[in-house]
C-alpha cells in the first residue's frame, strides 16, 4: 500500500511545540535538533505505511489507508521523542488526527478542505507531548487499541474558524504524559447541564455567518494564486464588521491546501518602520531554518536590516554598502520579494496584513512592490503568492499612504477587492441562532437588529453586555431573552464596550485603561511596571479581562502578550480617559518602556510625545527618523520629524535649525521640494540670527537650489523659480568675499545645474560660467571630491554642446581623481567608471572603454550591486557587438542568464535583458543561426511589452 | 533582408529617433539607418540618410561611423553609376575597419567592392574581392554572408 491515500484517508499532522523559541534560544544546536524530529517522525510514519505529502518548516502532513496505522504511527513517534536524549533543549510534538474524505487531484495536491482543516485545526488545538483525535478516528480505531494504550474523551470543543463543534479525543499512552493544559484556540461546547459554566461562556463566539458570496469570491482569488497567478486580495469594511473574522476563514482553507501564512499586524499607535515585514521575516525565517543559509549574503543582510532582531543571530553577516538611497532602498525591496519568491517556489504563500490602515509608507510601498513584481513575475516565475490586506474604509481619508497604495493597485488591476458590508436582518438573525445555540425570538432579534444594524462586533458586544447586565439570561438549559421594551440597549458601539469594561471591578478597568495606552497588543512586563498594582492583583485584573473576553492572551510572540480582542476596544478606553491622567499614564508607560525596551525608539518617542515631556520626545523622535532614515522610509522619519518640532521651544534654536535640515533632506528625498525649500528658508533664517559661520548658510542655500532642480511638479518648479534666484543671488554675493572652499564650490556645482536641470530653455552660458568658476575653486582646493563635483558640473555642459572629445577628457580626469583615498564611495567610483566607458563608447572608442567597463563590473560584483553590474554588462556588450567580437558578446549574455537564475524576479535584470537579448538575436542571425536569432528576439519582445514596458519602449531598446 | 522588413527596421529606428535613451545617440540610431538603406540599395532613403550619418560621425570623431557612412555613401554612387567615387570611398571604408579590426564589416565592404567591381565587369576584380570578404565572413562565422560570398564567387 505505497500509493497515496484517496477516498477516505486519515490525516495526521503534526508541529514542533514552541519551535522558534527553541530556535532563538539553541541557535548552534537548532539544525541537528530538527533532524533528529525529522528522522524519528519519518521513520514512524513511514513504517506504518504512512505518506508523508507536505513538510512544512517543522510541521509534517501525513496520509494513511487506515485509521489504525495513523494512531500507531502517532504513538511510535511520541514514545521515540519521548525517550530521545534532547538535553536542555527538549522537543515536543503536538499531534492531531483525523479521518475524512480527500481526494487527489492533478497535481499531486489532497483536495479535501473540510477534512484538512479539520486534522489542522485539531493538531493546533494541543499541546506539546500531546495527541488529539477526532470522533471520526475513534469510531475507527477504538477496537484496536495497541496495549496499554487508551482513549481519554475530552467532550465537544468549537476549534477555531471551524462550523460545527468537533468530539475530541485524546490519546493516552503508557509512562508518557497524559495531563495538559486546557486546549488551544477553542471554546468549550458548554453542555446544557453543566453548571458551573457562565452565561457569557455560553455564547458561541466567532463563526462566520452570512459571507458566503464574499468567501466564494475569496477563494477564487485564491485557486488562482496556486495556479501561480500572483494576486493582492483587499478587504474592507467598517469598524466591527468582521474583516479579520473573514480573512481567518480565507486562511484556514490556505493552510489546508498546504500553504504558509505569514502575518504582520499594523497598531494605531505606530511602530517601528517595517515593523509588519519584519514580522513577517522572522516567521519565514523561524518555519524555514535553512533557507537563509542559502541566500546570498547581500540579500541576507538586507533582511536583517528590516528586522533588525535577527541581528544577534547572524552577527557574522555585515551590512550592505552604502549606496544611493533610490538603489539602495529597491535593492532591500528586491530582498524581501526573492525571499518572497523562494517560499513560494517551495510552498503557496499568503502574507496577510491586518489593519493596513495604520501601516507605514514603507511597508505599504514594499507590498505595491511585491504585487507588481508577481504579476511581472508572470512570464518566467509562477509565483503563488496572494497579498492580503484588511483596512477600515471610514479611515481612508487620514491613511494617506494606504489610499495611494490603492489606487496605484486598482488602476494597475493588481488587485480583488471585497467590500464587507453589514449583516441584513436575516443574517443577524442566523448570527444570533449560532451564537446562542438556539432560534433567537422576533422580538429579540427586532431590538439587537434595530440598534445595532447589522454590525457583527456591535451585536457580539451588546449581547454581551445584556448578559453581564443579567437581563439575558441562561436557566433550565435555554436562554431566556428580555423584553425588548424593558431593555435599555447601548446606542453605539462605544456605549457597549464602555458599558462591559465597567462591570469589571476597579482594579481590573484601570489596569485595563492603563493597557490601552500601551496599545492594542501589551507585554504583561511594561503594563506591570507602569501599574500601581502589585503582581498578582494585576494578573486577577488581566484575567478577569479575560473571562470578560476583552483581551486574549496572545501564542508564539515570547513573553507573556495580550491582545485586545478587537481594536476598537482600547480605542474606547483611550478616548474615555481625561487629558491630563492621559499624560501621566503615557508617562509611566514610557518609563517602563525606557527601563524594559530602551531600543525601542518608536514607542518612547511616542508615549513621551503623549506624556508632553518635550526634552525625550525630542531625542527618540530623532532616534526613530534616523531609524527610519536607514532604512530609506522617510515617510516615518518624517513624521518623527515633524514630531520632534513641535516640541522644540523658542530657546533652542540651533536644535530647530538642525531638526529643519534633517526634515528638508528628507523631503528632498522624496521629491517634495516645495516643502522642503520653506524649512531650508527658515533655518537659515535662524541662522542669521546666531553667530553660526557662513559655511553652514552656503551649505543651506546649496540645499535649497538643488530642491529647485529636483522637483518632479512643474507647477512647483515654477512657483518657486523666484525663490530659487533670490537664493541664487545671495548665495553668490555671500561666496563673492570667501576664500576658496568645499561649500562654495558644492554651491557652484548646483547653480551650475540649476541653469538648466528642469527649465526651458536652458541656459547653457550660464551653467558653463558657474562650472567653469566651481573648477577653479575646486582646484586651488586641490580636493578630489570637490573637483570631481566641479568637472561632473562642467560635463553636463560638454555633452549638451556636442563637445564629446572633451567630455571623454574630463572623465577620463574624473577616473584619475577617483583613485585618490579620500574618495571612499565605492558606489561613485563604479559610477565614475561607468560614465568614462559610456563616454569612449560614445565617440566610437570601444576598446578603449573595454578596461574602465571590466573594472566597473569587479567592483559592482565586490559590492553586490547588481544594479550597476547590469548597466555595465549592457554598455560592455554593447562596445564588443560594435567591435564583431560576437563570442564575447554571447559570453556576456551567460553572465546576465547566471543572474537571472539567482534572481528571478529583479526588474532591472528584466529591462537589461530586453536589450541583452536583442543584441545576442542579432549575433545569431549573423551567424545564420536563424531559430535561435527569432527566439530570441521574441522573448526580448516578450519581457518588455510582458512586464511594464511598451511596443514603442521595444523598439526603441531594440533597433538591433 | 525583404523589403517589408527594411521598413519595420526603419519604422523602429526613427521611433527610437523620437524616444532615444540616454545612453543611444543619434549618430548610432543614422548610422544604422544609413547602413540598413545600402543594404536595401534603397537610394532614396540613402539620400536622406547618409550625409546625416557622415556629418554626425565627423563630428563625434566616430571612427566606425564614419567607415559606415563611407560603405553607404559608395554603394550610394555606385547605385546611380559614379563608379569611380564609389569604389574609392568603399576603400576608404574599408581601411577604416582594417584599423578597427571589424571583421564583419571589413567582410561586409569587401563584398560591396565585388559587387562594383562585377557591375564594371571586372571579374578577377570581383573574384579578389569575394574571395577575401568570403574569408573574412568565415573567419567570424557569418554563416548567411559567407554564402552568399560563395553563391557570387560560383557566378564570376
Given at each position: 500500500?505505497?500509493?497515496?491515500?484517496?477516498?477516505?484517508?486519515?490525516?495526521?499532522?503534526?508541529?514542533?511545540?514552541?519551535?522558534?523559541?527553541?530556535?532563538?534560544?539553541?541557535?548552534?544546536?537548532?539544525?541537528?535538533?530538527?533532524?533528529r524530529?525529522?528522522?524519528?517522525?519519518?521513520?514512524?510514519?513511514?513504517?506504518?505505511?504512512?505518506?508523508?505529502?507536505?513538510?512544512?518548516?517543522?510541521?509534517?502532513?501525513?496520509?494513511?489507508?487506515?485509521?489504525?496505522?495513523?494512531?500507531?504511527?502517532?504513538?511510535k513517534?511520541?514514545?521515540d521523542?519521548?525517550?530521545?536524549?534532547?538535553?536542555?533543549?527538549?522537543?515536543?510534538?503536538?499531534?492531531?488526527?483525523?479521518?475524512?474524505?480527500?481526494?487527489?487531484?492533478?497535481?499531486?495536491?489532497?483536495?479535501?478542505?473540510?477534512?484538512?482543516?479539520?486534522?489542522?485545526?485539531?493538531?493546533?488545538?494541543?499541546?506539546?507531548?500531546?495527541v488529539?483525535?477526532?470522533?471520526?478516528?475513534?469510531?475507527?480505531?477504538?477496537?484496536?487499541?495497541?496495549?496499554?494504550?487508551?482513549?481519554?474523551?475530552?467532550?465537544e470543543w468549537?476549534?477555531?474558524d471551524?462550523?460545527?463543534?468537533?468530539?475530541?479525543?485524546?490519546?493516552?499512552?503508557?509512562?508518557?504524559?497524559?495531563?495538559?493544559?486546557?486546549?488551544?484556540?477553542?471554546?468549550?461546547?458548554?453542555?446544557?447541564?453543566?453548571?458551573?459554566?457562565?452565561?457569557l461562556?455560553?455564547?458561541?463566539?466567532?463563526?462566520?455567518?452570512?459571507?458566503?458570496?464574499?468567501?466564494?469570491?475569496?477563494?477564487?482569488?485564491?485557486?488562482?494564486t496556486?495556479?501561480?497567478e500572483?494576486?493582492?486580495?483587499?478587504?474592507?469594511?467598517?469598524?466591527?464588521?468582521?474583516?479579520t473574522?473573514?480573512?481567518?476563514?480565507?486562511?484556514?482553507?490556505?493552510?489546508?491546501?498546504?500553504?504558509?501564512?505569514?502575518?504582520?499586524?499594523?497598531?494605531?499607535?505606530?511602530?517601528?518602520?517595517?515593523?509588519?515585514?519584519?514580522?513577517?521575516?522572522?516567521?519565514?525565517?523561524?518555519q524555514?531554518?535553512?533557507?537563509?543559509?542559502?541566500?546570498?549574503?547581500?540579500?541576507?543582510?538586507?533582511?536583517?536590516?528590516?528586522?533588525?532582531?535577527?541581528?544577534?543571530?547572524y552577527?557574522?553577516?555585515q551590512?550592505?554598502?552604502?549606496m544611493?538611497?533610490?538603489?539602495?532602498?529597491?535593492?532591500?525591496?528586491?530582498?524581501?520579494?526573492?525571499?518572497?519568491?523562494?517560499?513560494?517556489?517551495?510552498?503557496?504563500?499568503?502574507?496577510?496584513?491586518?489593519?493596513?490602515?495604520?501601516?507605514?509608507?514603507?511597508?505599504?510601498?514594499?507590498l505595491?512592490?511585491?504585487?507588481?513584481?508577481?504579476?511581472?513575475?508572470?512570464?518566467?516565475?509562477?509565483?503563488?503568492?496572494?497579498?492580503?490586506?484588511?483596512?477600515?474604509?471610514?479611515?481612508?481619508?487620514?491613511?494617506?499612504?494606504?489610499n495611494?497604495?490603492?489606487?496605484?493597485?486598482?488602476?494597475?488591476?493588481?488587485?480583488?477587492?471585497?467590500?464587507?458590508?453589514?449583516?441584513?436582518?436575516?443574517?443577524?438573525?442566523?448570527?444570533?441562532?449560532?451564537?446562542?445555540?438556539?432560534?433567537t425570538?422576533p422580538?429579540?432579534?427586532?431590538?439587537?437588529?434595530?440598534?445595532?444594524?447589522?454590525?457583527?462586533?456591535?451585536?457580539?458586544?451588546?449581547?454581551?453586555?445584556?448578559?453581564?447586565?443579567?437581563?439575558?439570561s441562561?436557566?433550565?438549559?435555554?436562554?431566556?431573552?428580555?423584553?425588548?421594551?424593558?431593555?435599555?440597549?447601548?446606542?453605539?458601539?462605544?456605549?457597549?464596550?464602555?458599558?462591559?469594561?465597567?462591570?469589571?471591578?476597579?482594579?481590573?478597568?484601570?489596569?485595563?485603561?492603563?493597557?490601552?495606552?500601551?496599545?492594542?497588543?501589551?507585554?504583561?512586563?511594561?503594563?506591570?511596571?507602569?501599574?500601581?498594582?502589585?503582581?498578582?492583583?494585576?494578573?486577577?485584573?488581566?484575567?478577569?479581562?479575560?473571562?470578560?473576553?476583552?483581551?486574549?492572551?496572545?501564542?508564539?510572540?515570547?513573553?507573556?502578550?495580550?491582545?485586545?480582542?478587537?481594536?476598537?476596544?482600547?480605542?474606547?478606553?483611550?478616548?474615555?480617559?481625561?487629558?491630563?491622567?492621559?499624560?501621566?499614564?503615557?508617562?509611566?508607560?514610557?518609563?517602563?518602556i525606557?527601563?524594559?525596551?530602551?531600543n525601542?525608539?518608536?514607542?518612547?518617542?511616542?508615549?513621551?510625545?503623549?506624556?508632553?515631556?518635550?526634552?525625550?520626545?525630542?531625542?527618540y523622535?530623532?532616534?526613530?527618523?534616523e531609524?527610519?532614515?536607514?532604512?530609506?522610509?522617510?515617510?516615518?522619519?518624517?513624521?518623527?520629524?515633524?514630531?520632534?518640532?513641535?516640541?522644540v521651544?523658542?530657546?533652542?534654536?540651533?536644535?530647530?535649525?538642525?531638526?529643519?535640515?534633517?526634515?528638508?533632506?528628507?523631503?528632498?528625498?522624496?521629491?517634495?521640494?516645495?516643502?522642503?525649500?520653506?524649512?531650508?528658508?527658515?533655518?537659515?533664517?535662524?541662522r542669521?540670527?546666531?553667530?553660526?559661520?557662513?559655511?553652514?548658510?552656503?551649505?543651506?542655500?546649496?540645499?535649497?537650489?538643488?530642491a529647485?532642480?529636483?522637483?518632479?511638479?512643474r507647477?512647483?518648479?515654477?512657483?518657486?523659480?523666484?525663490?530659487?534666484?533670490?537664493?541664487?543671488?545671495?548665495?553668490?554675493?555671500?561666496?563673492e568675499?570667501?576664500?576658496?572652499?568645499?561649500?562654495?564650490?558644492?554651491?557652484?556645482?548646483?547653480?551650475?545645474?540649476?541653469?538648466?536641470?528642469?527649465?526651458?530653455p536652458?541656459?547653457?552660458?550660464?551653467?558653463?560660467?558657474?562650472?567653469?568658476?566651481?573648477v577653479?575653486?575646486?582646484?586651488?582646493?586641490?580636493t578630489?571630491?570637490?573637483?570631481?563635483?566641479?568637472?561632473?558640473?562642467?560635463?553636463?555642459?560638454?555633452?549638451?554642446?556636442g563637445?564629446?572629445r572633451?567630455?571623454?577628457?574630463?572623465?577620463?580626469?574624473?577616473?584619475?581623481?577617483?583613485r585618490?583615498?579620500?574618495?571612499?564611495?565605492t558606489?561613485?567610483?563604479?559610477?565614475i567608471?561607468?560614465?568614462?566607458?559610456a563616454?569612449?563608447?560614445?565617440?566610437?572608442?570601444?576598446?578603449?572603454?573595454?578596461?574602465?567597463?571590466?573594472e566597473?563590473?569587479?567592483?559592482a560584483?565586490?559590492i553586490?550591486?547588481?544594479?550597476?553590474?547590469?548597466?555595465?554588462?549592457?554598455?560592455?556588450?554593447?562596445?564588443?557587438?560594435?567591435?564583431?567580437?560576437?563570442?564575447?558578446?554571447?559570453?556576456?549574455?551567460?553572465?546576465?542568464?547566471?543572474?537571472?537564475?539567482?534572481?528571478?524576479?529583479?526588474?532591472?535584470?528584466?529591462?537589461?535583458?530586453?536589450?541583452?537579448?536583442?543584441?545576442?538575436?542579432?549575433?545569431?542571425?549573423?551567424?545564420?543561426e536563424?531559430e535561435?536569432?527569432?527566439?530570441?528576439?521574441?522573448?526580448?519582445?516578450?519581457?518588455?511589452?510582458g512586464?511594464?514596458?511598451?511596443?514603442?519602449?521595444?523598439?526603441?531598446?531594440?533597433?538591433? | 533582408?525583404?523589403?517589408?522588413?527594411?521598413?519595420?527596421?526603419?519604422?523602429?529606428?526613427e521611433?527610437?529617433?523620437?524616444?532615444?535613451a540616454?545612453?543611444?545617440?543619434?549618430?548610432?540610431?543614422?548610422?544604422?539607418?544609413?547602413?540598413?538603406?545600402?543594404?536595401?540599395?534603397?537610394?532614396s532613403?540613402?539620400?536622406?540618410?547618409?550625409?546625416?550619418?557622415?556629418?554626425?560621425?565627423?563630428r563625434?570623431?566616430?571612427?566606425?561611423?564614419?567607415?559606415?557612412?563611407?560603405?553607404?555613401?559608395?554603394?550610394?554612387?555606385?547605385?546611380?553609376?559614379?563608379?569611380?567615387?564609389?569604389?574609392?570611398?568603399?576603400?576608404?571604408?574599408?581601411?577604416?575597419?582594417?584599423?578597427?579590426?571589424?571583421?564583419?564589416?571589413?567582410?561586409?565592404?569587401?563584398?560591396?567592392?565585388?559587387?562594383?567591381?562585377?557591375?564594371?565587369?571586372?571579374n578577377t576584380?570581383?573574384?579578389?574581392?569575394?574571395s577575401?570578404a568570403?574569408?573574412?565572413?568565415?573567419?567570424?562565422?557569418?554563416?548567411?554572408?559567407?554564402?552568399?560570398?560563395?553563391?557570387?564567387?560560383?557566378?564570376?
Open positions: 500500500m505505497n500509493s497515496l491515500p484517496t477516498g477516505t484517508v486519515t490525516f495526521l499532522f503534526t508541529d514542533i511545540e514552541g519551535s522558534t523559541k527553541l530556535a532563538q534560544e539553541h541557535p548552534d544546536k537548532w539544525e541537528s535538533l530538527r533532524e524530529h525529522h528522522a524519528i517522525l519519518k521513520s514512524a510514519i513511514e513504517s506504518h505505511n504512512g505518506y508523508i505529502f507536505q513538510i512544512i518548516g517543522d510541521a509534517f502532513c501525513a496520509a494513511f489507508h487506515t485509521a489504525g496505522d495513523a494512531l500507531r504511527a502517532a504513538v513517534s511520541q514514545v521523542l519521548h525517550h530521545e536524549n534532547w538535553d536542555d533543549a527538549p522537543i515536543k510534538v503536538r499531534m492531531g488526527i483525523h479521518t475524512g474524505k480527500a481526494e487527489i487531484k492533478d497535481d499531486g495536491q489532497y483536495q479535501g478542505y473540510i477534512s484538512l482543516s479539520r486534522v489542522q485545526r485539531l493538531m493546533s488545538a494541543g499541546h506539546g507531548g500531546q488529539l483525535m477526532s470522533l471520526a478516528t475513534q469510531e475507527l480505531v477504538h477496537d484496536g487499541l495497541p496495549e496499554g494504550v487508551e482513549l481519554r474523551d475530552m467532550g468549537q476549534l477555531k471551524l462550523i460545527r463543534p468537533m468530539h475530541i479525543y485524546q490519546l493516552v499512552i503508557p509512562e508518557l504524559p497524559a495531563d495538559f493544559s486546557p486546549l488551544r484556540s477553542t471554546l468549550a461546547v458548554i453542555s446544557p447541564d453543566d453548571q458551573g459554566a457562565s452565561p461562556e455560553r455564547i458561541v463566539r466567532g463563526k462566520l455567518v452570512g459571507r458566503e458570496r464574499e468567501l466564494a469570491e475569496a477563494n477564487l482569488c485564491w485557486q488562482r496556486i495556479a501561480g500572483g494576486q493582492a486580495l483587499l478587504i474592507s469594511g467598517e469598524p466591527g464588521v468582521g474583516k473574522r473573514f480573512t481567518r476563514e480565507l486562511l484556514t482553507l490556505a493552510i489546508s491546501s498546504g500553504a504558509i501564512v505569514l502575518s504582520g499586524e499594523c497598531y494605531a499607535e505606530g511602530g517601528a518602520p517595517y515593523a509588519p515585514i519584519a514580522q513577517i521575516i522572522q516567521d519565514v525565517f523561524s524555514f531554518p535553512t533557507l537563509p543559509d542559502t541566500l546570498p549574503t547581500y540579500i541576507l543582510a538586507d533582511l536583517i536590516a528590516l528586522a533588525p532582531v535577527l541581528r544577534a543571530r552577527a557574522d553577516v551590512p550592505n554598502p552604502l544611493d538611497n533610490q538603489t539602495e532602498q529597491e535593492r532591500i525591496h528586491d530582498s524581501l520579494i526573492e525571499l518572497c519568491t523562494r517560499v513560494s517556489l517551495r510552498t503557496p504563500l499568503v502574507l496577510f496584513l491586518d489593519d493596513a490602515h495604520w501601516a507605514d509608507p514603507g511597508t505599504l510601498s514594499l505595491r512592490h511585491l504585487a507588481r513584481r508577481s504579476r511581472a513575475a508572470l512570464q518566467k516565475t509562477r509565483l503563488r503568492l496572494l497579498i492580503t490586506m484588511t483596512y477600515r474604509e471610514v479611515e481612508l481619508d487620514e491613511a494617506r499612504a494606504l495611494e497604495i490603492l489606487l496605484d493597485l486598482n488602476r494597475e488591476r493588481l488587485a480583488t477587492r471585497i467590500k464587507l458590508t453589514r449583516l441584513n436582518k436575516e443574517r443577524t438573525r442566523d448570527m444570533l441562532t449560532v451564537m446562542f445555540a438556539e432560534e425570538t422580538d429579540f432579534l427586532e431590538g439587537i437588529y434595530r440598534e445595532t444594524e447589522g454590525n457583527p462586533f456591535f451585536i457580539e458586544e451588546v449581547c454581551k453586555a445584556l448578559i453581564e447586565a443579567g437581563k439575558l441562561y436557566s433550565d438549559g435555554r436562554w431566556h431573552h428580555p423584553s425588548m421594551d424593558e431593555v435599555e440597549i447601548p446606542q453605539s458601539l462605544r456605549l457597549a464596550i464602555q458599558t462591559r469594561v465597567s462591570r469589571l471591578q476597579t482594579h481590573a478597568q484601570e489596569a485595563l485603561t492603563l493597557a490601552a495606552i500601551i496599545g492594542r497588543e501589551f507585554d504583561f512586563e511594561t503594563l506591570l511596571r507602569s501599574s500601581d498594582q502589585d503582581e498578582d492583583r494585576l494578573i486577577e485584573s488581566l484575567e478577569a479581562a479575560a473571562r470578560s473576553q476583552l483581551i486574549e492572551e496572545v501564542k508564539g510572540k515570547g513573553g507573556e502578550k495580550y491582545s485586545f480582542v478587537h481594536a476598537l476596544i482600547p480605542t474606547t478606553l483611550y478616548e474615555g480617559i481625561s487629558g491630563r491622567r492621559r499624560r501621566r499614564a503615557h508617562e509611566r508607560v514610557a518609563n517602563a525606557e527601563a524594559l525596551y530602551p525601542d525608539f518608536e514607542g518612547l518617542a511616542h508615549h513621551f510625545a503623549a506624556a508632553e515631556d518635550a526634552g525625550k520626545a525630542i531625542e523622535s530623532r532616534r526613530a527618523a531609524r527610519a532614515e536607514s532604512l530609506y522610509s522617510y515617510d516615518e522619519a518624517i513624521r518623527h520629524l515633524r514630531i520632534a518640532l513641535d516640541f521651544e523658542s530657546h533652542q534654536p540651533e536644535l530647530r535649525c538642525e531638526l529643519l535640515e534633517q526634515l528638508a533632506g528628507d523631503l528632498n528625498v522624496i521629491h517634495a521640494g516645495s516643502e522642503a525649500i520653506p524649512l531650508y528658508q527658515e533655518a537659515i533664517t535662524l542669521h540670527g546666531s553667530d553660526q559661520g557662513s559655511h553652514e548658510t552656503i551649505r543651506l542655500y546649496r540645499k535649497i537650489i538643488e529647485a532642480y529636483r522637483m518632479n511638479r507647477a512647483d518648479v515654477q512657483r518657486l523659480e523666484p525663490v530659487a534666484q533670490e537664493i541664487k543671488e545671495a548665495g553668490l554675493k555671500l561666496v568675499d570667501q576664500p576658496p572652499n568645499a561649500e562654495t564650490v558644492h554651491l557652484l556645482a548646483a547653480i551650475s545645474r540649476h541653469a538648466w536641470l528642469n527649465r526651458t536652458q541656459d547653457w552660458d550660464s551653467a558653463e560660467r558657474y562650472a567653469r568658476r566651481a577653479e575653486i575646486a582646484e586651488q582646493l586641490g578630489p571630491i570637490e573637483i570631481s563635483d566641479a568637472l561632473s558640473a562642467l560635463n553636463s555642459v560638454y555633452g549638451a554642446r563637445l564629446f572633451e567630455r571623454v577628457d574630463v572623465e577620463l580626469r574624473r577616473l584619475e581623481l577617483s585618490d583615498a579620500r574618495f571612499t564611495d558606489h561613485k567610483r563604479i559610477n567608471l561607468y560614465e568614462a566607458g563616454t569612449l563608447v560614445y565617440v566610437g572608442e570601444y576598446a578603449k572603454a573595454m578596461p574602465h567597463l571590466l566597473a563590473e569587479k567592483l560584483l565586490q553586490q550591486d547588481l544594479d550597476q553590474q547590469l548597466t555595465v554588462l549592457r554598455v560592455q556588450a554593447h562596445c564588443l557587438y560594435q567591435m564583431d567580437q560576437w563570442d564575447r558578446v554571447i559570453k556576456i549574455e551567460e553572465k546576465w542568464r547566471a543572474l537571472e537564475k539567482r534572481y528571478p524576479n529583479f526588474f532591472k535584470v528584466v529591462s537589461a535583458s530586453c536589450f541583452q537579448v536583442a543584441l545576442n538575436a542579432s549575433v545569431h542571425a549573423r551567424r545564420g536563424m535561435q536569432a527569432a527566439a530570441l528576439r521574441e522573448e526580448s519582445r516578450a519581457i518588455m511589452v512586464t511594464d514596458g511598451t511596443e514603442e519602449q521595444f523598439a526603441r531598446d531594440n533597433y538591433y | 533582408m525583404a523589403e517589408g522588413e527594411f521598413a519595420l527596421v526603419r519604422k523602429y529606428l521611433i527610437a529617433l523620437n524616444k532615444m540616454s545612453w543611444v545617440g543619434e549618430h548610432d540610431l543614422y548610422a544604422m539607418l544609413a547602413d540598413a538603406a545600402a543594404q536595401q540599395r534603397d537610394e532613403a540613402l539620400q536622406h540618410y547618409a550625409p546625416l550619418a557622415e556629418e554626425l560621425a565627423a563625434y570623431d566616430h571612427k566606425l561611423y564614419q567607415a559606415i557612412a563611407h560603405r553607404a555613401w559608395g554603394v550610394a554612387h555606385w547605385l546611380t553609376g559614379q563608379h569611380t567615387e564609389s569604389e574609392t570611398l568603399l576603400n576608404k571604408a574599408l581601411e577604416l575597419f582594417q584599423q578597427l579590426d571589424t571583421r564583419w564589416q571589413i567582410g561586409r565592404t569587401l563584398f560591396e567592392l565585388g559587387e562594383l567591381a562585377l557591375s564594371r565587369s571586372e576584380a570581383a573574384h579578389e574581392h569575394f577575401r568570403l574569408d573574412a565572413f568565415e573567419e567570424i562565422g557569418a554563416l548567411p554572408d559567407a554564402a552568399r560570398a560563395r553563391q557570387k564567387l560560383a557566378a564570376v
